[in-house]
């Protein structure tokens, strides 16, 4: 794909340390075949009690499943720091995800969520100094539905979808302690070239300067091909090294489209081989559904270790 040949390959952080900067750093070791489950999770309670706890206690039952399973290179792994593998401790991977669980992660429950503000540039973000993680997608691709998904509110995204909040940074504030972030879609298909491309000039600034942002969570549709403009959006975060995580969405629609259509683990593969053409590692990806609430939880979970380290450095 030729677009893809004018994107140079990620460069390494230099900045402060960040979850991503071992990722990257860390030499490619020989490949190990890890078995991670790419199925649905099962109802989600073993893993979370019900109210936020200060304890540093690594989680101690991880869901396993019964269901197939993929194989995964450990090179294809999302290791966070302070993080060892090796033949004698398995890694606990979180289901439908390539992320490997840490000391980090703990409970993740949303207890409270709440519409705080709409910005149009980033100086007028919440200045309170709480992480944050950013959801991004072309429009369509089931942004709100997770979003509602993940806060178990019906409606609260509808409130970025008010007329005048589309195009705008929406804030809600989760437990009182962290921001979700719902930023404007891209790719509107009716939209003309130059609309296409406002997500550079609107977003760009806020990727590059909110120092608070932990992680964009770039949604990806797995139920049809990759696209050329997610692939694009993908190569621009890991061009400008904008910590990300892939969410695959809609990974309930197991049917096949005529022409060629693929099953979601299909869509899910290609696009990673994509993009490998230009990260040096793989990001951590995790697959979803809004239908069944498939990785729901596994994103709570992957929150709370990316918070947790980013609040202890
Ligand atoms: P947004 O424009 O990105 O906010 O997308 P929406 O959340 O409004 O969803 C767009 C369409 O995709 C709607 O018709 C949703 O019902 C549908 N949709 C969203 N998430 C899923 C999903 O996980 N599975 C399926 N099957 N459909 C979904």
Not at 130 to 148: D, H, I, Q, T
Not at 198 to 206: A, L, Q, S
Not at 240 to 258: G, L, S
Request: aromatic residues 10%.
């Amino acid at each position: 794909m030729a677009f893809l040949t004018h994107f140079p390959i990620a460069p390494i952080h230099h900045q402060t340390q960040t979850l991503f900067t071992r990722f990257i750093l860390s030499p490619k070791p020989k490949p190990l075949l890890i078995f991670a489950s790419l199925s649905s999770p099962q109802p989600a309670t073993s893993h979370f009690s019900s109210t936020p706890s200060s304890s540093l206690e690594p989680l101690q039952d991880i869901s396993t499943t019964e269901q197939p399973t993929l194989q995964i290179a450990k090179e294809k792994l999302f290791i966070p720091p302070e993080t060892e593998i090796c033949s004698e401790k398995p890694p606990r991977i979180l289901k439908g995800s390539n992320i490997v669980l840490s000391k980090y992660a703990r409970d993740a429950q949303v207890i409270s969520a709440e519409f705080v503000k709409s910005s149009v540039e980033t100086e007028a973000c919440p200045s309170d100094g709480s992480p944050e993680f950013a959801l991004v997608g072309r429009s369509n691709v089931g942004k709100s539905s997770l979003l509602n998904s993940i806060v178990k509110r019906k409606k609260l995204a509808l409130t970025s979808k008010k007329p005048g909040k589309t195009q705008c940074i929406n804030h809600f504030r989760i437990n009182d302690s962290w921001y979700l972030v719902d930023l404007p879609g891209y790719g509107y298909a009716s939209a003309p070239n130059e609309l296409r491309k406002d997500w550079n000039k609107f977003t760009r600034d806020y990727f590059l300067n909110r120092s608070t942002l932990v992680s964009v969570f770039l949604l990806i549709d797995a139920s049809i091909p990759a696209k050329k403009i997610d692939l694009e959006y993908a190569s621009w975060l890991g061009q400008n090294q904008v910590p990300m995580t892939i969410i695959f969405t809609k990974c309930d629609k197991r049917k096949k489209k005529k022409n060629g259509g693929k099953h979601p683990e299909e869509n899910v593969q290609d696009f990673q081989d994509l993009i490998s053409e230009y990260f040096e590692a793989v990001p951590p990806w995790i697959m979803t559904s809004s239908v069944t609430n498939q990785g729901r939880d596994e994103i709570l979970l992957h929150m709370s270790q990316l918070r947790n380290y980013w609040l202890k450095h």
